[in-house]
Nanobody
Framework: QSQFMESGGGLVQPGGSLRLSCAAS????????IGWFRQAPGKEREGVSC????????NFIDSVKGRFTISRDNAKNTSYLQMNNLRPDDTAQYYC???????????????????WGQGTQVIVSS
């Protein structure tokens, strides 16, 4: 059975850090762009960051630039979102997703992504 599994969420104080992981099982990361998305209560889901199939291209929304980094290990079928200097407005359910895109690009738009994980909760609060 193919699935994505996010992990690493939790409660952290403002200014703290978390590293989210997204592990795929039942399929390979080869040829897939990976996106990280989040959805806060009462808000629409938004793209946070993405990474191309071999990691040569990354994109971030403006609000996380300089604070978040994205990476992937194709040998482990895993992507990571390192989140530093977290703020209360980073509080959300975070999801990873896969987009078949073997062209060294990636998108922060939701609709190219066809395979989604169940999400992991991040709460930034003192």
């Amino acid at each position: 059975q193919s699935q994505f599994m996010e992990s690493g969420g939790g409660l952290v104080q403002p200014g703290g850090s978390l590293r989210l992981s997204c592990a795929a099982s039942g399929f390979t990361f080869e040829g897939l762009a990976i996106g990280w998305f989040r959805q806060a209560p009462g808000k629409e889901r938004e793209g946070v960051s993405c990474i191309s199939d071999h990691g040569s291209t990354t994109n971030f929304i403006d609000s996380v630039k300089g604070r978040f980094t994205i990476s992937r290990d194709n040998a482990k079928n895993t992507s990571y979102l390192q989140m530093n200097n977290l703020r209360p407005d980073d509080t959300a359910q975070y999801y990873c997703a896969a987009d078949w895109r073997p062209d060294s690009s990636c998108s922060l738009r939701l609709n190219p992504y066809i395979f989604w994980g169940q999400g992991t909760q991040v709460i930034v609060s003192s």
